[in-house]
């Protein structure tokens, strides 16, 4: 009893450690990266003090609006929620018709269209980033290095192009390639290439929602497709997801058990290269990733705006405590939805985070109210 009851516990121990250890990866890329962009546009806005962060919301927050910022912020929730929906409805439909290698390529376009894209962008960014916050601690040799460097471009036809923006253009174009072929290719076994772009998908894509969706629009759109995630696990399109992948390794597992029992073997091809961190012990979906670094994100935001760290360490405690429980909830081949326990525990944590400054004179109440306006 005891020996058994040892193996269990360690086996328990094992897979949360597994599944806590990336969270908190994607929440500290999510923080760095969050942290970089802020001070990029702070030194855009002081170079022309009229320049804004582009806004990316469908619908913008508009306080002139006949419900104030709460329309544009509830119409952007439920454009968001409906596009899951959507989405998983579509992602259903396709592996049940059995044209899974369509569903593979789509993901390997838009994970090799979004590499680049946030490889261009968050390229920027850190390279910045990491000047800014090393600058003065280099010698002035180094810094005359570094000042020629960004100056140093080559002609090409009639315009001259600086190597940084060269560079960049190639590092954003190999990101591209890569995240396509891994993605794309069903052979590919290097799974721990994939799970760290995972990680940092997950990061730059919450990070980048958090900073460029208004505030109100984040929260709402966090309860949101919270909410929807517990439909989608027990009632909606994930369920049938879920139950289809199911019924596809129980014929894996029956066909190898087949090949061994008259002395061969052929390797099982990988499943589809859906957006999934996927170990032995756990696995994690790519929109966990997003919506906690999404989360954490606007904390950083918050908590630059009211400039104290109270909001984001707040946020922190509560993610984690959901993250945890929503672990020791689950159970031998039941799903359960990986959102509402972690974004619920950080969203009210956060409250009583800048609730409690607010009572201990950190912050103002005007400070607040500036948030959404």
């Known amino acids: 009893m005891s020996e058994n009851t040892s193996e269990s516990h360690e086996t328990t121990e094992a897979k949360l450690q597994a599944f806590i250890q990336p969270i908190i990866f994607v929440i500290l890329i999510a923080i760095i990266l969050s942290l970089f962009t802020l001070d990029y546009y702070a030194a855009m806005q ?3 003090p009229e ?26 929730m439920i454009f968001y929620v409906s596009l899951a929906f959507i989405g998983g409805l579509i992602v259903l439909i396709i592996i049940k018709k059995g044209f899974m290698q369509f569903l593979v390529y789509f993901f ?9 894209v946030f490889g261009f962008f968050y390229g920027v960014v850190v390279l910045l980033g990491v000047l800014n916050l090393f600058w003065t601690i280099f010698p002035s040799f180094i810094q005359n290095w570094i000042d020629d460097f960004f100056r140093w471009s080559v002609a090409i ?22 995240g396509t072929f891994t993605f794309g290719i069903q052979s590919f ?9 995972m990680i940092f998908f997950g990061a730059m894509i919450g990070s980048m929602l958090a900073i460029h969706l208004g505030l109100l629009t984040t929260v709402l759109i966090l309860i949101g497709l919270s909410l929807y995630d517990i439909y989608a696990v027990f009632r909606g399109p994930l369920k049938g ?7 596809t390794v129980e014929q894996i597992e029956n066909d190898m058990a087949l090949h061994v029992e ?33 989360l954490i994100s606007a904390a950083v935001v918050i908590g630059s705006e009211l400039a104290t760290p109270v909001p984001l360490f707040a946020s922190l405690v509560g993610l984690f405590t959901g993250a945890i429980l929503t672990f020791r909830l689950l159970k031998k081949d039941r799903a359960l939805p990986g959102l509402p326990l972690p974004i619920f525990g950080g969203l009210g944590c956060l409250v009583l985070g800048v609730l409690g400054s607010l009572l201990l004179g950190i912050i103002t109440l005007d400070s607040i109210v500036a948030l959404f306006v």
């Open 108 to 116: 390997a376009v838009m994970m090799g269209f979004s590499w680049f």
């Open 262 to 294: 008259e002395g061969e073997f052929e390797k099982v091809p990988l499943l589809p290269a859906l957006p999934v961190y996927s170990t032995p012990l756990i696995n994690i979906g790519l929109g966990d990733f997003a919506f906690f670094s999404m």
């Open 241 to 247: 997801i879920i139950d289809h992948g199911r019924e």
């Open 51 to 76: 320049y804004s962060p582009p806004d990316i919301s469908p619908i913008p927050e508009n306080p002139e609006d006949p419900g104030g910022i709460a329309y544009g912020a509830i119409l952007n």
């Open 157 to 178: 036809g009639t315009q001259k192009i600086s190597i940084v923006e060269i560079l960049l253009w190639l590092f954003s174009i190999l990101l591209g390639f890569l």
């Open 189 to 197: 076994d290097k799974i721990w290439i994939r799970n760290l772009m």
């Open 46 to 48: 002081e170079l022309d």
